[in-house]
């Protein structure tokens, strides 16, 4: 039995209850995802669609300054936020809501194709996961997806100390992706727990390494991305964000990705396409 594990905390949160939640909520979410969501599942790991680039297409007349970042390779690293099942994967939990996006913006190959890049180039990568566990779900007050997060058991780990029932399960590692992150060079930070890098040690490890330039990718759009791309910037980085290896939720309450693009076109240092970042990536090598 792990310490940390408290049976008795009254959250009902056990090992047996949290993989109960995820088989619920996956049939669920399933049931209630919206009909485009459905019609793409099977196809998550493909390019972006053309539809998706004309939908999202940036203004043809732009009324910004354009910015843009450049590589220096002894300062730059590729940053990739929850890179995780629960997130990319039709088996995770939020596939009902975020499975359009992924699978219009290609972003679970766009997302390889950067970890290809970067290895290649030498470029130092980093994980910054997002992890839960029995004492998070003791908080007592939450905002509302930090609440439907820990509702349906999402990255939910019995320990910080544990690792049994990781493989696999919501929380791990696409599969796709571990013989990058598991290589032994790729530097997997402690969890962050709402959005931002705030509660870990993102910033000390890339300080550590002088690293002041940052590519950032990963899950989800407008929350731990665009979090970790305002946390970054806040802390003196610059950052470009690559547009298609993200993705958002779509629901009722609107399109996390195009909300997450809009702020990225206002405040990132550069907004890159994926075909476009892995070239940066290797002409700077």
Known sequence: MNPD??????????EESVDLARRRVLAGVAAASAA????VVGTASQAATDEAKTEYADPETPGLPQI?????????????????????????????VVGESVTEQGTVDNIENLF?????????VFISPHYYYPHDHKWNFEGTLEATMHSIGMFDRLGPLNIDNFDGSGADWMPQYKKYIEDGETIVCSPHKVYSPAQNDLNLQLRKRGIDKVILAGMSANLCTQAHLYDLLELGYEVAVVRDATAGAKVPEGDGYLAALINFRMVANGVWWTDDAVKRIGDAA
Do not use: Y
């Open 5 to 14: 594990h408290d049976d008795n905390c009254g959250c009902g949160h056990t």
């Open 116 to 124: 290809i890049a970067a290895k290649a180039a030498g470029m130092p």
């Open 68 to 96: 843009d970042m450049t590589i220096d390779p002894r300062r730059t690293a590729l940053v990739v936020t929850d890179p995780q099942i629960d997130f990319l994967s039709e088996n995770g939990v939020t596939w009902g």
């Open 36 to 39: 485009g969501a459905a019609s």
